[in-house]
């Protein structure tokens, strides 16, 4: 492996003009690396588990995409199954029968789907899933966690991880007042807080990350999940667990059937896409049917289920069998344990919480429960590691609040030379 190069000058000329004619020079926040204090490494290719600078620099990429590469960069049947679709035409805006074996594909593998739309982002699909739960409800306020992330939506905006926990806005501006009060927002794992919400406000919905990973990785306490089933079924609300993240990654049916605890309406996506844009929304019949036109509550998509989305998130899940997941689960044990046994031999406190396909390490000597503990961690001390992996050719999550993606296409070399250059990284603090 070449070592990299850092940010050399082609990302910095590209850089330079893309800054001029696109909001901070990105197409999404995280992509600046503001959050670990510089500019961004702009991506000539992507090849299984590594990642090419404009500059021909080589890193090995925990990023993958910030999820959806569960397989790595251009695997060969997901790229296969895209370009083999594309030549019989990119969309129609008619039904196909891939969309129909995509549907029952993720029937058979989450436990709580029955029915399922498609959508092209997680955004939207968190949104139409929300909808949905309002009206099958008739109640409008919702409750979220802080740190919980369920894409841009105004409503859901309040106290929001990813992009936001970096950026330390509590909501946007250009969220009205009125949809922000819809909205309740509860500390994570915390049963009092969810039941003085539940004392104000008739719910429709309370909706969560099961294992939430969008404040850094901060899974559920023991039966905390159970819990929260109980206290929806109680209040009349439904249950959401946003699997974007998790679906399809920390086993083939999520944390639900992981946990045992089964929500009304799960919201997937990243995976579900391999790469392409594609997300869903799936649940009990009885609260799906009522999705047009099979009932009255109206979501559409122009290029929903379209068909390379669709053509790449099946060869993707079927690249998912009981052999890949004990894979993944090896990958992410031994990059988790190899990074904290680092971190102890160099004497810098960290957590490593982590799941199949997932961990974070947060800068801190307390293990992290809640966002304001993710918030309390090291930021400075975690932005001169991840600088200092950069510089030694390991592309890591740019932001103390995200995940690390361990991917199929990491094998154990690229562990150990991962954790060989956070040694030194961490050394360096
Ligand atoms: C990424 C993400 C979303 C948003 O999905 P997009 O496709 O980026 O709109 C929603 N929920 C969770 C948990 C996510 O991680």
Known sequence: MDQAVGAGPRSAALFDRARAVIPGGVNSPVRAMGAIGRDPIFVERGDGAELIDADGGRYIDWVQSWGPLIAGHARPEVVEAVSSAARRGTSYGAPTQAEVELAEEIVRRVPSAEIVRMTSSGTEATMSALRLARAATGRDAVLKFAGGYHGHVDGL??????????????????VTTAQAADTVVARWNDRRAVEEAIEQRDLAAIVCEP????????PAEAGFLEWLRGAANASGALLVF?????????????????AGVMPDITVLGKVIGGGLPAAAYAGRADVMERIAPAGDVYQAGTLSGNPLATAAGLASLRLLDSEAYARLDRTTERLATGLQDAARETGVAVQVPRITG???????????????GAQRCDLQAHAAFCRALLDRGVYPPPSQFEAWFPSLAHGDDHVDTTVEAAREAFAEL
Request: glycine share 16%; proline share 9%.
């Open 157 to 174: 905006l309040a106290d929001a991880g990813s992009g936001l926990a970096t950026q330390g806005i509590p909501a946007s501006p250009g």
């Open 211 to 218: 294992c939430p990973a969008n404040m850094g990785v901060v």
């Open 242 to 258: 946003d699997e974007v993240i998790s679906g399809f990654r920390v086993g083939p049916g999520g944390v639900q059937e992981r």
């Open 358 to 372: 997932l961990l974070t390490v947060f800068f801190s000597a307390d293990p992290v429960r809640e966002l304001s």
